[in-house]
């Protein structure tokens, strides 16, 4: 049972380009988890997905970031007109959803580099 | 706010010695985790205790909660040099949506 897949491991950007993280939860988890984290330090929460739905946004910025988990295929995190700043790690993690929401433990994935010039 | 403070933000100790670590929060629980990452990589679950326990151990781990105190802590005992890593609390509230919110993280160090 392979584990959370996230791709690109690492995204070089210039400044003003489109970024596009992707994740491909566990087999048969519903809810996905974004979060970025900058070096040395905790994760951000930015936005918690079910499949076709967004449940909460909270943590992610209203402008240029927006993230989707179609019935189909795997969630993504895309952000436009990228600025030096978005340089960060981006992490992924699912759960199944099964279990009583917020009571499972998160499956992570290896993570996205983005590096913006 | 719902967010975890952990302290202290760095320790290090020598190999044998117990390192504890704490989290602390503002606003109920639904339970808490403790996650570990090791440099570079994705977080790995170590353990969860829900707002109803209040002890828990899983092997060299022992996780105390004090929801009067709102706080946890993380005790690795017989440290060794592999379990250098970050160690993250991680929070779900009563209220709003069930939101996974990671504390700010100690950096373990152990030294051979």
């Known amino acids: 049972n392979a584990g959370v897949m996230q791709n690109p491991r690492h995204l070089v950007r210039r400044r003003g380009q489109e970024a596009r993280l992707r994740c491909s939860p566990m087999k048969g988890h519903s809810h996905v988890y974004w979060y970025r984290q900058l070096p040395e330090e905790g994760l951000k929460f930015m936005v918690y997905?079910?499949?076709?739905?967004?449940?909460?946004e909270s943590g992610m910025p209203k402008e240029r970031f927006s993230a989707e988990f179609p019935k189909e295929g795997p969630s993504i995190l895309r952000i436009q007109q990228v600025v030096r700043g978005d340089s960060a790690a981006y992490f992924c993690a699912s759960s199944p959803g099964t279990s009583g929401q917020g009571t499972g433990e998160l499956f992570f994935g290896e993570g996205s580099r983005l590096t913006v010039l | 706010s719902q967010q975890g403070e952990e302290d202290p933000q760095a320790l290090s100790i020598q190999e044998g010695e117990n390192a504890t670590m704490n989290c602390s929060y503002k606003?109920?629980?639904?339970?808490l985790q403790w996650y570990r990452q090791n440099s570079g990589r994705g977080l790995v679950h170590l353990i969860l205790?829900?707002?109803?326990?209040r002890e828990k151990h899983s092997g060299r781990l022992r996780v105390t909660l004090d929801t009067s105190k709102k706080s946890s802590s993380l005790l690795i005992t017989a440290s060794r040099a592999a379990d250098t890593a970050s160690y993250f609390c991680a929070l779900t509230f009563t209220s709003g949506t069930y939101k996974y919110i990671f504390g700010t993280g100690t950096r373990l160090k152990v030294l051979a």
């Open positions: 205790i829900r707002s109803n326990e």
């Open positions: 997905l079910q499949k076709e739905n967004i449940i909460d």
């Open positions: 606003t109920s629980i639904n339970n």
